[in-house]
T-cell receptor
Framework: NAGVTQTPKFRILKIGQSMTLQCTQDMNHNYMYWYRQDPGMGLKLIYYSVGAGITDKGEVPNGYNVSRSTTEDFPLRLELAAPSQTSVYFC?????????????FGQGTRLTVV | DAKTTQPPSMDCAEGRAANLPCNHSTISGNEYVYWYRQIHSQGPQYIIHGLKNNETNEMASLIITEDRKSSTLILPHATLRDTAVYYCIVRVPNRDDKIIFGKGTRLHILP
């Protein structure tokens, strides 16, 4: 089972560059989430989605954008990278229709902005 | 803000039971208690969840007090591989959209 897959695993960006972090899940989950985790800190929710075409802000949305055109994919876009966005980014999904409610996480994307 | 309070860190001897407490004094009647853990820098991993009855699975047991204002996650025979940050979260499944993490408890298993 693939579960939640994130790409890339590592990336170094220069200040002002843009990039898209990819996330895909094969569990037919309705809900998807993006978190960031700074060194030694807990997870902060950036954006989440309760279904295709629906997205909403989390705790720390500034500097990011998301889209949810399909159930499987939930990409996270950084438009103008800043050093403050250096972090580990985790994607998660949950809620299969009529099924389990626990969240499954990807292995993370480690992003450094220099 | 997270609706739970956990001690920042705990130690447990290898082979002993690790008992991790969580306070959720404002929990509402339809909110479940979920536990996740994060080993080193990996993605968090689901452990167990419950509403009011005690729950047990192959990883752990969850004990919820009768008034549901607190709970304890029990790892019955802790190993070094259980060293991780453990997060307690309350939410209503199938309704609460967001999953908000608190600071968790950093569990150190001592050899």
């Amino acid at each position: 089972n693939a579960g939640v897959t994130q790409t890339p695993k590592f990336r170094i960006l220069k200040i002002g560059q843009s990039m898209t972090l990819q996330c895909t899940q094969d569990m037919n989950h309705n809900y998807m989430y993006w978190y960031r985790q700074d060194p030694g800190m807990g997870l902060k929710l950036i954006y989440y989605s309760v279904g295709a075409g629906i997205t909403d802000k989390g705790e720390v949305p500034n500097g990011y954008n998301v889209s949810r055109s399909t159930t499987e994919d939930f990409p996270l876009r950084l438009e103008l990278a800043a050093p403050s966005q250096t972090s580990v980014y985790f994607c998660a999904s949950s809620l299969s229709p009529g099924g389990s409610t626990e969240a499954f996480f990807g292995q993370g994307t480690r992003l450094t902005v220099v | 803000d997270a609706k739970t309070t956990q001690p920042p860190s705990m130690d447990c001897a290898e082979g002993r039971a690790a008992n991790l407490p969580c306070n959720h004094s404002t929990i509402s009647g339809n909110e479940y208690v979920y536990w996740y853990r994060q080993i080193h820098s990996q993605g968090p991993q689901y452990i167990i969840h419950g509403l009011k009855n005690n729950e047990t699975n192959e990883m752990a047991s969850l004990i919820i007090t009768e008034d549901r204002k607190s709970s304890t996650l029990i790892l019955p025979h802790a190993t070094l591989r259980d060293t991780a940050v453990y997060y307690c979260i309350v939410r209503v499944p199938n309704r609460d959209d967001k999953i908000i993490f608190g600071k968790g408890t950093r569990l150190h298993i001592l050899p």
